[in-house]
């Protein structure tokens, strides 16, 4: 049974550029959360989502960051127009009750030069 | 006031010891509280899961939640040189029906041989 999958693993972008990160959750989890871990900060809370809907926002910047989760496929967090402050390790996470334990990929480690 | 405290270490102890790390918060609404583990430049790894107050035991480790004190602990008995990575608490409120996790900073614990 894989856990929650995560790609690509490392990602060097352009500032100016756009970061597209994707997520797998674990098979029956139909919960998807995105968190941010920047250099001697904890893990921040970004965006929750559900199948088709975006359930809470509250953690993600209002511009240039988006997240959705399809019908098909996986979860995918877009960053446009990245910028040097955009670099951060990047974790999904799952869950199959809203109130259940979440379980973590391996992350995406974002650099923007 | 953050709403999560967890002193950051590093912790150092010989191989066997038994080993205690805390996080105390502040938002009494927290309901279910985590303990991670994560190894450098990987993702969280969920330990122990607990609801409310209590104890909760699963081999080596054991959670301890007092909310009337507003303060968890993770013991660690036997340790081993394994053992040593960065312990992260996490908690939650449920607020419309799903939660969200809050985390500590995390711990650096170091185990000797």
């Known amino acids: 049974n894989a856990g929650v999958m995560q790609n690509p693993r490392h990602l060097v972008r352009r500032r100016g550029q756009e970061a597209r990160l994707r997520c797998s959750p674990m098979?029956?989890?139909?919960?998807v959360y995105w968190y941010r871990q920047l250099p001697e900060e904890g893990l921040k809370f970004m965006v929750y989502?559900?199948?088709?809907?975006?359930?809470?926002e509250s953690g993600m910047p209002k511009e240039r960051f988006s997240a959705e989760f399809p019908k098909e496929g996986p979860s995918i967090l877009r960053i446009q127009q990245v910028v040097r402050g955009d670099s951060a390790a990047y974790f999904c996470a799952s869950s199959q009750a809203e109130t259940g334990a979440a379980f973590f990929g391996q992350g995406t480690r974002l650099t923007v030069v | 006031q953050k709403e999560v405290e967890q002193d950051p270490g590093p912790l150092s102890v010989p191989e066997g010891a038994i080993v205690s790390l805390n996080c105390t918060y502040s938002?009494?609404?927290?309901?279910?509280f985590m303990w991670y583990r994560q190894y450098s430049r990987k993702g969280p790894e969920l330990l122990m899961y607990t609801y409310s107050s209590g104890n909760k035991e699963d081999g080596r480790f054991t959670a301890q939640v007092d909310k009337s004190s507003k303060y968890i602990s993770l013991f660690i008995r036997d340790s081993q040189p394994s053992d040593s990575a960065t312990y992260l608490c996490?908690?939650?409120?449920?607020?419309?029906?799903?939660?969200?996790?809050?985390f500590g900073k995390g711990t650096m614990l170091l185990v000797s041989p």
């Open positions: 996490a908690m939650s409120a449920v607020n419309s029906g799903y939660s969200t996790l809050t």
């Open positions: 989502l559900q199948k088709e809907n975006i359930i809470d």
């Open positions: 098979k029956g989890h139909s919960h």
């Open positions: 938002n009494s609404a927290f309901q279910y």
